[in-house]
């Protein structure tokens, strides 16, 4: 059993180190605000123990992103951010490393490592292939690649830290309530619009298991102190965060907005990624079948990617951002549907071709798109034809410049390779929890 485990751990670092060389490799940096301004409070916080950027000559920051206060000069997006990428600032900015290096370091970290989390996860959910599967799709056909490990987002760090609350929540341990409390909760720290998915799955600890809602919520009790204690710190308010502080409301178009954030050409999630579409058929399988503990649990995480988009459909700046390629506020809700989307194939088998079309779409787009356009990724805000739209620039690449995405494909399917060649050998002791009978057999 040791060996077990020893080879097991091995495998995954292995895994993550071939994924932080091949997002190192592909490594494109885009200046971003957010992504700036996340640097420049991190340097503060490990140099000088606070996060006001009033130091720094070169704060890029536009007036919606930051607030003066007393003297100091705050960024909207919080402490979470920076307490949790401290450890790999505190070393880097002492060794005087560059923004490129600093920002880079993170994002690509952070993503590696959600990755290896939620195939961890998916093995002890479905058979090995198809986790496996699962997983590719999940590093390779969702912006994760693109956008999340390009830049020091708090999507890397937020969804890296979700799947840590994924693996609690389907732990079949004493501990997993408590890992899936500590997960969401310092999700919700870094980005507090991951409150909902903390919400709806301590509601399902309420309604099934009082005593494991006891351990979620002592797992989610450091973080969540630490959350209202920077507020008061920094705005005065214990609940009122930095996003207070933008002037933007919620009085968006919700239809519309639902629209452009889920099949709109812009920021459309399934048509950057259609895979993803099939997290929508495992909610419907496991709403059916929500009666079973495990069901309901992914029955939850349907419900809490409803519930994220519903929310922003109704944010006045539910685009998201300029100057990217594809989804970013989405990317909050990839890890539920790809476990749902799993969950689907594995009790559907006959769904399996359509997910190798839609698979090699996801796939085909995110490694067009990972190249940059002659216009920056965007080229029409809010563009209504497919040529002006980002996704429009990344095919359009495919046929104007091949080579660069070429090289990319062939660099993706050999990370692949080598994750089944890894994945094939961390098969977990106990079976996973959803098999077809023709493979349990």
């Known amino acids: 059993m040791k060996s077990l485990r020893r080879r097991s751990v091995l495998g995954f670092l292995a895994l993550f180190g071939v994924l932080v060389a091949f997002y190192a490799i592909t490594y494109s940096r885009r200046a971003i605000t957010d992504t700036d301004l996340n640097s420049l409070q991190t340097r503060s916080f490990v140099l000088h123990g606070d996060i006001d950027i009033a130091r720094y000559e070169e704060n890029p920051g536009r007036r919606a992103q930051v607030v003066e206060r007393d003297g100091h000069v705050y960024t909207i997006y919080g402490v979470g951010i920076s307490l949790i990428t401290a450890p790999l600032y505190v070393w880097l900015v002492r060794a005087g490393a560059s923004q490129d290096l600093l920002q880079g370091a993170v994002g690509i970290s952070f993503v590696a490592a959600s990755v290896v989390v939620l195939l961890f996860v998916l093995l002890r959910l479905v058979p090995q292939r198809l986790a496996i599967a699962a997983a590719i799709a999940f590093a390779f056909g969702t912006t994760m690649w693109p956008v999340a490990s390009m830049a020091f987002f708090q999507q890397g760090p937020a969804i890296f830290l979700e799947c840590i609350g994924i693996a609690g929540l389907f732990s079949r341990t004493k501990r997993g309530p408590l890992i899936a409390g500590a997960g969401f909760g310092a999700a919700a720290f870094v980005r507090p619009t991951l409150a909902i998915p903390f919400v709806v799955i301590a509601l399902v600890y309420l309604a099934r298991d009082r005593r494991g809602l006891v351990s979620y919520a002592a797992g989610a009790f450091v973080p969540m102190a630490a959350f209202l204690v920077s507020n008061r710190w920094i705005w005065g308010t214990w609940l009122s965060g930095g996003y207070s502080h933008t002037g933007i409301g919620f009085n968006a178009d919700a239809p519309t907005s639902f629209v452009?954030?889920?099949?709109?050409?812009?920021?459309?999630?399934?048509?950057?990624?259609?895979?993803?579409?099939?997290?929508?058929?495992?909610?419907?399988?496991?709403?059916?079948?929500?009666?079973?503990?495990?069901?309901?649990?992914?029955?939850?995480?349907?419900?809490?990617?409803?519930?994220?988009?519903?929310?922003?459909?109704?944010?006045?700046?539910?685009?998201?951002?300029?100057?990217?390629?594809?989804?970013?506020?989405?990317?909050?809700?990839?890890?539920?549907?790809?476990?749902?989307?799993?969950?689907?194939?594995?009790?559907?088998?006959?769904?399996?071709?359509?997910?190798?079309?839609?698979?090699?779409?996801?796939?085909?787009t995110m490694t067009w798109g990972a190249v940059e356009s002659r216009d920056r990724w965007d080229a029409v805000l809010f563009a209504t034809t497919f040529a002006d739209t980002s996704i429009g620039r990344a095919w359009d690449n495919v046929l104007h410049h091949p080579l660069p995405g070429l090289t990319l494909l062939v660099g993706v399917a050999f990370v692949a390779t080598i994750m089944l060649a890894i994945g094939s050998r961390l098969a977990p002791a106990d079976p996973p929890l959803f098999t077809p009978a023709s493979e349990a057999a």
Do not use: H, M
């Open 260 to 364: 452009g954030l889920t099949v709109g050409w812009w920021r459309g999630l399934f048509v950057y990624s259609p895979v993803l579409a099939l997290g929508v058929v495992g909610w419907i399988l496991a709403l059916r079948k929500a009666s079973g503990d495990t069901e309901l649990r992914l029955a939850a995480l349907g419900f809490s990617c409803l519930a994220t988009l519903l929310f922003y459909s109704k944010w006045d700046d539910w685009g998201g951002g300029i100057n990217q390629f594809g989804y970013r506020l989405q990317l909050e809700i990839v890890p539920f549907l790809v476990v749902l989307g799993a969950y689907a194939l594995a009790k559907l088998p006959r769904l399996r071709p359509l997910a190798i079309g839609l698979g090699a779409v996801s796939i085909l």
